[in-house]
């Protein structure tokens, strides 16, 4: 079992950054594979980035590639979400997801969410 929180959402304008937080607590959390999500008023869920459980391999939806940097810090069970440039359509709900494999069909452990809003 993996319990995830979320933090660091927040309000913004565009071109700002903030950082989200994923702190995990629970048994074996270096096992885990962490991905970030987000939900937008009204849009389905959409994937954002994944980090593999040692952090040697990432993978970014293509939109986010340039924008949004992910890493993870195993001393400190969290992972991170850098997101810079923001735009007001990154407005949503962010969530942080955890399974054992690495880009898995659906992860197993979700957080609460974190919102983000960008202002214009």
């Known amino acids: 079992q993996v319990q995830l929180v979320e933090s660091g959402g927040g309000l913004v304008q565009a071109g700002g950054s903030l950082r989200l937080s994923c702190a995990a607590s629970?048994?074996?959390?270096?096992?885990?594979?962490i991905g970030w999500f987000r939900q937008a008023p009204g849009k389905e869920r959409e994937f954002v980035a994944t980090i593999s459980w040692n952090g040697g391999r990432t993978y970014y939806e293509d939109s986010m590639k340039g924008r949004f940097t992910i890493s993870r810090d195993n001393a400190k069970n969290t992972v991170y979400l850098q997101m810079n440039t923001l735009k007001p359509e990154d407005t949503a709900v962010y969530y942080c997801?955890?399974?054992?494999?690495?880009?898995?069909?659906?992860?197993?452990?979700w957080g609460q969410g974190t919102q983000v809003t960008v202002s214009s």
């Open positions: 997801a955890a399974d054992r494999q690495f880009l898995p069909h659906e992860y197993d452990y």
């Open positions: 629970g048994h074996s959390f270096t096992l885990y594979t």
